[in-house]
């Protein structure tokens, strides 16, 4: 009907306006994943026998068949260190039983499960076993040789290195192997400093190196965390987009001393954001109640919907029925407040995200001389004895158009002039130039001292590139100020910068809006715009003692004359049809969550 037509139209409008560069598509390649990973539960005990004993539970349970299908070994399959060749070597939890990955991989899939493993992008992972960075396409090619569905990336043993290009490269290296069977199933990562709203700015790039990318700290089973986390979810959906998803972590449902109130609320908010539906916990022995939440087919239709549009908050009230919406204030965009007074950087802008710009592509022809893919210019040093200027020229078969690239274009390497090969091309914020090269002496790369540093600090960023499959070449450049053996917290990403033939404006870093609601008050409204025009509602009590929460149309988008018919996502009850907004008494610490058809 005409009204239908509209309703849609203007959700999908209002939902728009809290999007920065988001597209909604009528259908999406990839629902947020569903299925199970050791660590909430097991930690570092994780087996090859474990996650086979899980997966027949799962098919006892009946997750198997509601869509939980990725059985998950998070950190402690590895062993400490590499086998002789450099390959990642299994602990003996997991060689001695399987005879190696394909082995347990094999068995999964005979099972009608898929296989998701873990790995680090540092020098150690988070519990001081081999980490992954600078052997990316070699790890890469060893968990498609095994069979591996599914790579949760996190970011250990590392502290510095920017963020976009290490994740990149590993995201190049999973798209190559990956190619004949379409790809990994997902490349789920952790984005350093992802732990502040301050970096969602600077971090619009996320959608564009993976699936999945994780948004606030480790979760736990207490109230605090879960809310927490979802917060720290609601403030990253600028960056999502359909088949592209912020991460709020496992979820806890089934540990801990989590009520039930609570775990309803905790498994309604992950379905509505769209956020990963991965059981931390051990289903051989979850409490039925706590099944029968993971097993909500009606939640699970709005996480899996195909529009793949992040559910949040929309409005809150105070006990005195002060509220807060999202219609009420104007909702800001990261925009940076620009001046006349900018500088300038030669040879470098911000990286483009998703496909690059003539100006920022690159090629390494001939293997020494880097050109333009179009445009007939190189990137050549200076021929004044002593001058470390680099620019962008008309090509040239000299000295000093030529380089030694290293490994530049399969992982971070120093770029080096061949001629004098303690010459290296740096950038270092400012401008691009030609410096002596460094060698990491004094840095902790070994996991005994990360097991007493926490982590490694690599002095080297801002002589390190990468050449990616979009061809910039970016540097891994990061300002920190992070003595070795610091790891910070709540410290907003810097912007990737990459190689380019035209100045740019140096890039200014923008101050957020303080969040358009104030996640304290009790009472929220959640919603989100669903595939055929309907929209999820989740009314949530986070306050003490039960309360009355309404959401009103004119907070989740509706226009405010139009009758919905309403269906309880809890019970299935059919609620009737809705004027103007829908309400519940909803319990301490509860939800009440609804599909409304229009």
Not at 288 to 299: G, P, R, V, Y
Not at 395 to 416: H, L, M, P, T, Y
Not at 423 to 429: H, I, K, P, V
Not at 455 to 462: E, G, H, K, M, N
Request: glycine residues 8%; aromatic residues 8%.
């Amino acid at each position: 009907s005409k009204s239908f037509k509209m309703a849609a139209a203007h959700i999908v409008v209002c939902m728009l306006l809290l999007l920065t560069s988001t597209t909604v598509n009528a259908a999406v390649k990839k629902a947020p994943p569903m299925g199970f990973s050791s660590w909430n539960h097991f930690h570092m005990g994780v087996s090859a026998p474990l996650l086979l004993d899980v997966a027949d539970a799962f098919a006892e349970a009946g997750l198997k068949d509601v869509g939980y299908v990725y059985i998950n070994s998070d950190d402690g399959w590895l062993d400490l260190n590499r086998t002789e060749d450099g390959k990642l070597n299994p602990a003996p939890s997991f060689s001695n039983y399987t005879d190696g990955l394909k082995k347990l991989a094999d068995g999964l899939h005979a099972k009608g499960f898929k296989f998701g493993i873990y790995a680090a992008a540092g020098e150690t992972t988070c519990g001081l076993r081999a980490g992954t960075l600078y052997h990316e396409r070699e790890d890469a090619q060893q968990f498609f040789d095994a069979g591996i569905d599914y790579l949760k990336y996190d970011d250990c043993g590392e502290a510095n290195i920017q963020s976009y290009v290490k994740y990149t490269v590993m995201k190049d290296a999973l798209d190559s192997i990956y190619a004949t069977r379409g790809g990994i199933d997902y490349y789920s990562y952790e984005p350093f400093q992802v732990y502040a709203h301050d970096a969602v700015p600077q971090m619009k790039w996320t959608s564009y190196v993976g699936d999945l990318w994780r948004t606030g700290g480790d979760i736990r089973p207490v109230w605090n965390s879960i809310l927490g986390n979802a917060r720290a979810n609601n403030h990253w959906f600028p960056n999502m987009r359909p088949g592209h998803y912020n991460d709020a972590d496992m979820l806890e449902i089934g540990n801990g001393d989590l009520t039930l109130a609570e775990q309803r609320s905790h498994f309604a908010l992950w379905c509505l954001m769209k956020s990963p539906l991965i059981i931390g916990a051990d289903v051989r022995a979850i409490p039925n109640e706590s099944l029968a939440i993971l097993k909500n087919k009606n939640l699970i239709a709005i996480n899996q919907d195909d529009m793949g549009m992040q559910g949040t908050l929309r409005a809150a009230t105070d006990l005195d029925g002060n509220t807060q919406s999202l219609v009420k204030r104007n909702v800001e965009s990261f925009q940076p407040n620009l001046t006349d007074n900018v500088t300038m950087l030669k040879c470098m802008a911000v990286c483009d995200y998703g496909a690059a710009s003539a100006d920022q592509k690159w090629t390494m022809k001939e293997d020494k001389y880097l050109t333009q893919v179009t445009g007939g210019k190189c990137l050549c040093r200076s021929s004044v004895p002593g001058d470390s200027e680099v620019s962008v020229v008309e090509c040239q078969q000299s000295n000093e158009c030529q380089w030694d690239f290293g490994r530049a274009n399969i992982s971070v390497s120093q770029v080096k002039d061949p001629n004098n090969s303690s010459s290296c091309l740096a950038f270092n914020g400012t401008g691009v130039h030609m410096e002596s090269c460094r060698v990491e002496t004094s840095d902790q790369p070994t996991p005994a001292n990360c097991s007493t540093s926490r982590c490694r600090f690599s002095s080297l960023t801002d002589q390190l590139w990468y050449l990616n499959a979009l061809q910039q070449m970016s540097s891994t450049y990061t300002n920190f100020g992070i003595p070795p053996g610091a790891l910070p917290r709540h410290t907003p990403e810097n912007t990737p910068m990459c190689l380019s033939a035209v100045p740019s404006r140096a890039p200014v870093v923008p101050v957020p809006p303080p969040p358009p609601i104030n996640t304290s008050l009790p009472l929220q409204v959640w919603a989100g715009p669903l595939a055929n025009g309907d929209v999820a509602v989740l009314l949530l009590n986070t306050g003490n003692g039960t309360a009355t929460v309404t959401a009103y149309w004119k907070d989740i988008g509706l226009d405010v004359d139009i009758k919905v018919h309403a269906i309880d996502m809890w019970t299935g009850k059919d609620m009737g049809i809705r004027n103007y907004s829908i309400s519940a008494d909803v319990a301490s610490h509860d939800s009440a969550v609804f599909r409304l058809k229009i």
